[in-house]
């Protein structure tokens, strides 16, 4: 008998064909999040190229990206949504021997209506470790579970976001954001090899911090660094960029012209003026 998977009443046979199962098993998966505001993305092209990544990593059958695109395209149309909160899922099928490889793809929206951005965001530090060895850290997986515990701890304790260390205590990232701070000028970020998702809002930053002539240190920095920073701002694709009013009881600052200019430049680039 061929395998099979029973859902309350419901079998279902062929799983290639009728289930995403190997990410619904096992969280095989990959997806990006952005805002369409009326057109796709001023870094579509870094978004899907980052998909492709992902599912080049997972062993994953892609569709071709003109499919993709047509598909965003035509789903934010028939959603009558101008400006909308897009999520692009590209789930795995196959077999549900975990070491096998996918057989099969499925792709997926989620479109919500944009919801305005906040300027400022509350931080803590997460009791969860990022282990900045893991290769899984480069891709933006549907292995969600470590980030989803950190979010709910730190609302619970009465935060908005949770701060990753990582297994040398240096700092990481955020559940859904990248992290930066300003002092004395010059702005600090962790470098990638710390554990953390290289984000496609964290190359814009670096592109403008560029331009404006900025110095940028991407290395290990412990967290006490956090606590003497003129200003500390979060970066997403979602939010495009936030200012962090206050970490673990510290103030976050409020960054003066240097944090105004990035902030302006940033959604010039994105549309968001």
Not at 64 to 77: C, D, N, R
Not at 109 to 131: F, P
Not at 133 to 159: D, F, M, P, V
């Amino acid at each position: 008998m061929s395998e099979r998977i029973f859902f309350y009443n419901k079998i279902i046979e062929k799983v290639v064909d009728k289930l995403p199962n190997r990410s619904l098993f096992f969280g095989e998966g990959v997806f990006e999040t952005f805002r369409y505001k009326s057109e796709l993305p001023a870094y579509y092209s870094r978004h899907i190229e980052r998909l492709y990544k992902g599912c080049d990593f997972l062993n994953i059958p892609v569709p071709k990206e003109a499919v993709i695109k047509k598909f965003i395209q035509s789903s934010v149309k028939k959603s009558q949504t101008t400006d909308a909160h897009v999520k692009v899922c590209i789930f795995s099928s196959g077999s549900n021997q975990y070491q096998d490889y996918s057989e099969g793809f499925l792709l997926a929206l989620v479109i919500k209506e944009y919801i305005a951005r906040i300027d400022e965001m509350t931080l803590c530090v997460s009791k969860e470790t990022k282990n900045s060895n893991s290769t899984l850290n480069l891709h933006k997986t549907t292995n969600y579970i470590q980030n989803i515990i950190s979010k709910r701890e730190a609302i619970e304790s009465g935060y908005d976001e949770a701060l990753f260390l990582n297994e040398r205590d240096y700092v990481a990232e955020c559940t859904t954001h990248n992290i930066f701070w300003i002092n004395d000028n010059n702005i600090f970020t962790p470098a990638v090899t710390n554990g953390l998702l290289p984000g496609i809002t964290r190359s814009v930053i670096l592109d403008i911090c560029n331009d404006l002539g900025l110095q940028v240190f991407e290395a290990e920095f412990v967290v006490d660094q956090l606590q003497i920073a003129d200003c500390i701002f979060l970066t997403n694709a979602i939010s495009g960029i936030i200012r962090v009013k206050e970490f673990e009881g510290y103030s976050g600052g409020n960054g003066g012209e240097i944090y105004d200019k990035i902030e302006y430049n940033l959604l010039t680039r994105l549309k968001w003026n």
